[in-house]
């Protein structure tokens, strides 16, 4: 085995890149970097028992030059005995459609003709032959455009079922194996137009910052592994906050939701959580991180300190508004459908005033002795089994109730339909909740979870008065 091909071959096993048995699709696009991949990956197919195999994407942008490019790929899989599929598509449409750019559109298409190679061969790994340079590239590129951490720390070796086996390699390499094998392979002239913006970095900021440093591109990218630790730690704490802080409201299928942020949940957490937190909630609606820079994280967090009904606009139709202790995040219009809906927090020592009613609620020490109410409108709750707080609001996506002393959960959506509670009226009902877990449907239930038990120490002791309960 060839040293550099056995320096890939450590590399991936030790990353978990690539098994023994898998079905693996390589990306040839019949420049240097992917016909180094492939040469390699059929050095190590006999090594692994791979099933190995090829896609290339004709895009239909460079003419004859692109149709060449295709013919070498075709003769150099021929040659390997690696069977090939070749996709055409004409990228310049599909961009207008798809309302991206060029440089965009043709990096959708690849992934779209990867998954759908992967899926027809039932592979397990699409192979991508990203290298050290291109991390490097990554990495300035999105630092210079806003990014966050997951930004600066670029690619991962693996994402999903994308590996990226040269990613630990130099350009030098990839070059000087090629030419020790004597394979060629084709050079786009588009590499050298410097209005792609990545090729501005490759061509004029690397090899100044290599002239400065030398190893510049392979510190750039060891900085890039140590960041994507940090980020991989920081984004689990994130996920942890946003399963309690976030919930989303879906208008229509196949359509961005409004998410709803608790501010109160976000608050009292680092600040870095926080922005972790709303990155992803944008990056959801934009399904990538297209647009989508750390001023406009930091303008939405700003909404933490503002007045209720503040708002801000963000790329591609997006506001982000607050609404009382929420911030509500979607399409304009879907936000602003949201004005009016109710979300206050229960003031549990007091009076808590809502459009068409009042409730009152308390806090006492569980005297076994008393009897449990059991009218529609006045409950007692075990109040040390509350985690987020108690707010008054309208219902949401992700609610749901324990309905029986076993600790069976059920949607809130699947109850009122069982209660026959008619779809006009659910979106009005008034909820008593503590995150997603609806505490109490005022004129219904409670939630077995919240009941109260020889082992409640404190009561929250609420009543609720309003306009339609006779009371």
């Known amino acids: 085995m060839n040293p550099l091909a056995d320096k890939v071959y450590k590399y991936s096993i030790d990353q978990g890149l690539l098994k023994e048995g898998m079905g693996v699709i ?6 240097a970097d992917s016909v180094c991949l492939l040469r390699i990956l059929k050095e190590i197919e006999p090594v692994l028992k791979l099933k190995l195999y090829a896609v290339h994407i004709e895009h239909g942008i460079r003419g004859a030059e692109s149709r060449a490019d295709m013919d070498f790929v075709k003769e150099l899989c021929k040659g390997l005995n690696v069977p090939l599929n070749v996709y055409e598509e004409d990228v310049p449409v599909r961009a207008a459609e798809l309302k991206m750019t060029v440089e965009e559109a043709g990096r959708h298409i690849r992934y779209e003709a990867f998954n759908k190679e992967a899926k027809l061969q039932n592979a397990d790994a699409i192979a991508v032959a990203h290298h050290m340079g291109d991390q490097a590239e990554t990495v300035l590129f999105n630092m210079i455009r806003g990014s966050g951490l997951k930004g600066i720390s670029a690619m991962a070796p693996r994402r999903g079922n994308i590996i990226r086996p040269l990613l630990n390699v130099s350009r030098e390499e990839i070059e000087a194996y090629l ?11 588009t590499n050298k137009d410097t209005g792609y913006s990545r090729n501005g970095i490759r061509n004029l900021i690397v090899p100044e910052l290599e002239s400065i440093v030398s190893g510049a591109v392979k510190h750039i990218a060891a900085a890039a592994d140590e960041v994507r630790e940090a980020d991989d730690y920081i984004r689990q704490e994130a996920g942890r906050v946003r399963d309690k802080a976030v919930s989303v409201t879906a208008p229509e299928e196949n359509v961005p939701g409004v998410y709803d942020i608790d501010i109160g949940s976000i608050s ?3 600040p870095v959580i926080g922005r972790y ?7 959801d609606i934009y399904l990538s991180h297209k647009d989508l820079e750390a001023l406009h ?17 963000l790329p591609r139709g997006i506001t982000a508004r607050r609404d009382g202790d929420h911030i509500l995040i979607g399409r304009t219009e879907d936000v602003s459908s949201h004005e009016g809906k109710l979300c206050v927090k229960l003031d549990t020592e007091g009076k808590t005033v809502i459009p068409g009613g009042v409730f009152t609620a308390c806090i006492e020490p569980y005297d076994k002795e008393q009897i449990i109410p059991d009218g529609l409108y006045t409950k007692w709750f075990d109040y040390d089994k509350i985690v987020d707080g108690v707010f008054v609001r309208n219902r949401r996506s992700g609610d749901h109730l324990v309905i029986d002393d076993k600790g069976h959960d059920k949607k809130l959506k699947n109850y009122l ?16 909740a503590d995150g997603s877990h609806i505490m109490w449907i005022p004129g219904m239930r409670i939630s077995s979870h919240y009941k109260i038990t020889h ?6 002791k609420i009543e609720f008065k309003g306009e339609n309960n006779g009371q």
């Open 417 to 432: 339909i069982d209660e026959k509670v008619p779809a006009l009226k659910r979106d009005e009902l008034i909820l008593l």
């Open 179 to 189: 030419n020790d094998i004597g394979q060629g392979y084709r050079t786009d002239s």
């Open 26 to 31: 390589a990306g040839v696009s019949g420049g």
């Open 268 to 270: 009292k957490e680092p």
């Open 277 to 283: 937190v709303v990155r992803s909630v944008i990056t």
């Open 455 to 460: 082992d409640t120490k404190r009561v929250l």
């Open 297 to 313: 994280v930091n303008e939405v967090l700003k909404l933490t300190e503002g007045q209720s009904g503040r708002s801000v606009t």
